[in-house]
């Protein structure tokens, strides 16, 4: 966010962190998180509060959203990034996380972005990551992700 605020207006930085976050969300969309349950012996024993997909996805980006709805170059970004985790998982409750940041993504630019040219280019990405969220990832088959 100190990136793109006002002040500093530092898109390039913004963007290595937006790539940076994707290449870790690319990394963890693969993976299953663990449970909350703690079993001993068939019992359990631990109920625990841990990170779901969904919230650290939404950590990730939201904010970033926030703070550049005017920023083309940060919401190509965005939805690169989305592109790219939506590429790696199977699974249908992360990818519908996915297609919701896509809308959110997609909404704060109808709303911010005036020139046309941006607004096609958008447009076109768009088109290609919702594309991606209804095929089926190739890159990586696993079962059993939450």
């Known amino acids: 966010m100190k990136a793109l605020s006002p002040g500093i207006n530092d898109t390039t930085t913004a963007v290595m962190c937006v790539d940076y976050l994707a290449a870790i969300l690319t990394r ?16 359990l024993r631990v109920i625990a509060r841990g990170p779901t997909f969904e919230g650290l996805l939404s950590e990730a980006f939201d ?5 550049a709805e005017s920023n083309v ?30 809308e959110e993504i997609a909404e704060a630019a ?5 020139s046309p040219h941006d607004r096609d280019r958008l447009a076109n990405r768009l ?20």
Request: charged share 20%.
């Open 127 to 146: 088109m290609r990551v919702r594309d991606a969220l209804m095929a089926h990832p190739v890159s990586f088959v696993r079962t059993n992700q939450n």
């Open 110 to 114: 109808g709303r911010s972005i005036a």
């Open 63 to 67: 904010q970033i959203r926030q703070h």
């Open 73 to 102: 170059a940060i919401l190509l970004r965005l939805l690169g990034a989305l592109h790219a985790i939506a590429g790696v998982t199977i699974s249908p409750n992360r990818r519908r996380v996915i297609q919701q940041k896509v």
């Open 28 to 43: 963890l969309a693969k993976r299953r998180i663990g449970t909350a349950h703690g079993l001993e012996q068939g019992e």
